[in-house]
């Protein structure tokens, strides 16, 4: 999109940033609403006072600032001593790209190292964080994430979009999380394109030229991805000696061809070429010993992938359990209630002082969430607004805990606060007991035990077993399978199920017990 003399592309990784448009045109404002006293009227201000001040709104352009790497103040406009609160600040996210009318011009934005302000850099540039050519045009076109393999590697996950003035389209590249780094012409004869997208069934481009041409561009070479390393383990952590069982066999290539292996255990130069293998860790008795191992494939082009497990030995990941908020507490539909949060931690190798904490107050409403409170004190509070309660919502709390020993093992427990107006909501989500445990928690790899505190629910099998997603709807297909490590221990495995959070729910024939649990 543009305005009078600059064109920009903007790729919104996360929700709720403000792109600034039409205020800013590209990096900068744009001069014409620059000056304008144009206001929002969803936006009162609190210092408005008829004859003493006459903004009762605040105006646009007090709502948004240049993004920086500091904090500039947001002035209220009745009186310039006084800071807006937080709740009326917006900061702009500024494009990935601009480009000017009528001159080979394109810049992307970098912050002043003296002032830590927003300021353009041209692309060509040596110190640019995005480098290409210098080009122009005036009118942007919309493209496309090319999230497909059946391209070269040069293009997938590549940024297509064009420009209707010039007649050109272009590409950046990023990676899968969208972090740019270059731009690239991809077609300088485009002409008249006013629209811009690929067909996922044969991976081909198509763009339409007004007035009434239709082009399609595919790419009819074969293409040879790099395979995929997926390593698993029965374990990540126990005393020495501790025997793992590794398992490769997960790992595949997208051409389905065949794949060699190779484990790196980290432990003396040990190695092994089979998919499937074990490995026992004697670092001695005492301190905690950290293995990175690493699982590397290569397809039949040379192509490789590598991927890690951390094996922690004589170590256990920390116990938590929050002791505030109870089950069973609510909040107010009324007042804003505040919520406690303490929590009895222990871990058996390290000092709570070596303890990292990260409390999380997240509202789920429906099938979307809110983030309310993070902090990393041991002991903190949260104050939870009232709640509006509608019909046919579905709202609740999180309240977690997070806690990490010096090596990196975790330990997890979290509580569910419904509102007054809803106590009743979906019981699964806000009981607990504790007659059985789930370690690690949070999984990363499809692999957990349970261990068992009551001598007649080790007598249950498959059946018995459901697990529910936080909305207490079951998981299905039940793509899981159980083995035994003891008489009190199972080891569950899932297949790839799905990152979230998740219950694990046990019937016993006249009783039932539950865990929860989280699935990175």
């Known amino acids: 999109m543009g305005w009078s003399k600059w064109e920009e592309i903007d790729i919104i990784k996360t929700a709720g940033l403000n792109a600034g448009w039409p205020y800013f045109e590209g990096?900068?404002?744009?001069?014409?609403?620059?000056?304008?006293?144009?206001?929002?009227?969803?936006e009162p201000n609190p210092l408005y006072s008829p004859g003493i001040c006459d903004f009762q709104y605040f105006r646009f352009r007090d709502l948004l600032q240049q993004e920086s790497n500091l904090n500039p103040p947001f002035p209220n406009p009745c009186d310039s001593s006084i800071n807006m609160t937080q709740k009326h600040q917006s900061y702009h996210f500024r494009p990935t790209l601009e480009w000017r009318h009528n001159q080979k011009l394109t810049r992307t934005g970098?912050?002043?190292?003296?002032?830590?302000?927003?300021?353009?850099?041209?692309?060509?540039?040596?110190?640019?964080?995005?480098k290409g050519e210098m080009f122009e045009g005036n009118a942007a076109v919309g493209g496309f994430v090319y999230q497909t393999n059946k391209v070269p590697l040069e293009f997938q996950n590549a940024v297509f979009f064009g420009d209707y003035g010039e007649g050109w389209i272009h590409y950046i590249r990023a990676d899968a999380?969208?972090?740019?780094?270059?731009?690239?012409?991809?077609?300088?004869?485009?002409?008249?394109?006013?629209?811009?997208?690929?067909?996922?069934?044969?991976?081909?481009?198509?763009?339409?030229?007004?007035?009434?041409?239709?082009?399609?561009?595919?790419?009819?070479?074969?293409?040879?991805?790099?395979?995929?390393?997926?390593?698993?383990?029965?374990?990540?952590?126990g005393p020495s000696p501790l025997t793992v069982n590794f398992d490769g066999t997960a790992s595949f290539d997208p051409e389905t061809g065949p794949?060699?292996?190779?484990?790196d255990f980290a432990d003396n130069g040990a190695v092994s070429n089979n998919a499937i293998d074990s490995h026992t860790f004697s670092p001695g008795p005492?301190?905690?010993?950290?293995?990175?191992?690493?699982?590397?494939v290569t397809d039949t082009g040379m192509l490789q992938n590598t991927k890690h497990l951390l094996i922690h030995v004589n170590n256990t990941p920390p116990k938590v359990d929050i002791t505030s908020p109870l089950i069973g507490t609510t909040y107010s539909t009324s007042i804003p209630t505040l919520i406690n949060m303490p929590a009895q931690v222990s871990d058996l190798e390290s000092p709570n002082v070596q303890l990292s904490y990260s409390w999380k107050?997240?509202?789920?409403?429906?099938?979307?969430?809110?983030?309310?409170?993070?902090?990393?004190?041991?002991?903190?509070?949260?104050?939870?607004?009232?709640?509006?309660?509608?019909?046919?919502?579905?709202?609740?709390?999180?309240?977690?805990?997070?806690?990490?020993?010096?090596?990196?093992?975790?330990?997890?427990?979290?509580?569910?606060?419904?509102?007054?107006?809803?106590?009743?909501?979906?019981?699964?989500?806000?009981?607990?007991?504790?007659?059985?445990?789930?370690?690690p928690n949070p999984i990363e790899n499809d692999q957990f035990d349970i261990k068992f505190f009551?001598?007649?629910?080790?007598?249950?099998?498959?059946?018995?077993?459901?697990?529910?997603?936080?909305?207490?709807?079951?998981?299905?297909?039940?793509?899981?399978?159980f083995g035994f490590n003891n008489n009190s221990t199972w080891s569950v495995k899932l297949n790839h199920l799905p990152s979230g959070l998740y219950f694990i729910k046990i019937n016993t024939g006249t009783n039932f017990v539950k865990a929860k649990f989280i699935k990175l």
């Open 27 to 42: 990096l900068a404002t744009n001069p014409f609403f620059e000056i304008s006293d144009e206001v929002n009227e969803d």
């Open 454 to 481: 009551d001598e007649k629910i080790r007598t249950v099998n498959k059946k018995d077993v459901q697990i529910f997603t936080s909305n207490g709807d079951e998981f299905s297909p039940k793509n899981y399978t």
């Open 259 to 263: 794949l060699t292996y190779q484990w």
């Open 110 to 130: 970098i912050f002043s190292g003296g002032t830590g302000k927003g300021i353009p850099i041209n692309i060509n540039l040596a110190n640019s964080p995005i």
């Open 286 to 296: 005492g301190f905690p010993v950290l293995y990175n191992v690493t699982l590397t």
């Open 361 to 439: 107050v997240e509202k789920y409403h429906n099938s979307h969430t809110h983030p309310e409170c993070d902090e990393t004190d041991p002991v903190t509070y949260c104050i939870l607004p009232p709640e509006v309660c509608l019909p046919n919502d579905t709202v609740w709390y999180k309240v977690s805990l997070t806690v990490t020993d010096p090596q990196g093992l975790k330990g997890y427990d979290f509580v569910g606060i419904p509102p007054l107006c809803n106590v009743g909501l979906n019981n699964l989500l806000f009981q607990q007991n504790k007659e059985i445990l789930m370690f």
């Open 177 to 237: 999380n969208l972090n740019i780094d270059s731009v690239f012409s991809f077609d300088t004869t485009a002409s008249t394109i006013v629209c811009l997208t690929y067909n996922e069934i044969d991976a081909c481009i198509y763009y339409v030229s007004f007035p009434d041409k239709i082009y399609k561009i595919c790419y009819p070479g074969l293409v040879n991805n790099p395979p995929v390393s997926l390593p698993t383990s029965d374990t990540i952590y």
